[in-house]
């Protein structure tokens, strides 16, 4: 059963930096899609960034662009979204989600980031951005 633990969360000054934390458990970092994703009260959920084991793509949505990155450790099982220049707007669950699908894969390296392409979520970690 593959289960994500994610961590990191928590409040922060605008303008300020966050890195949060998935550990991936229940399946081995070969072929996958890995994504973060966030869902603000009232809002649709929606992805951020995602890599793929194939080395492409990242979905890169705008709200988001040139502010947060994505990163992986293979060895330690985990996926990082560090997230620099926090506004309030970003405040919101934040999710990393897994998919193992050839299709999901393809998808991500041509730069797709869809929530419903995902199948495997994780309970959320909480981001708020207040002075």
């Known amino acids: 059963e593959v289960q994500h633990v994610e961590s990191g969360g928590g409040l922060v000054q605008p303008g300020g930096s966050l890195r949060l934390s998935c550990v991936v458990s229940?399946?081995?970092?070969?072929?996958?899609?890995i994504g973060w994703f966030r869902q603000a009260p009232g809002k649709e959920r929606e992805g951020l960034l995602c890599?793929?084991?194939?080395?492409?793509?990242?979905g890169d949505a705008d709200s988001v662009k040139g502010r947060f990155t994505i990163s992986s450790d293979k060895v330690k099982n985990t996926v990082y979204l560090q997230m620099n220049s926090l506004n309030p707007e970003d405040t919101a669950v934040y999710y990393c989600?897994?998919?193992?699908?050839?299709?999901?894969?393809?998808?991500?390296?041509?730069?797709?980031?869809?929530?419903?392409?995902?199948?495997?979520w994780g309970q959320g970690t909480q981001v708020t951005v207040s002075s």
């Open positions: 989600a897994a998919d193992f699908s050839a299709r999901t894969q393809n998808l991500v390296v041509h730069g797709f980031c869809s929530p419903p392409d995902f199948g495997h």
């Open positions: 890599i793929s084991s194939s080395g492409g793509g990242t």
């Open positions: 229940g399946f081995t970092f070969e072929a996958y899609a």
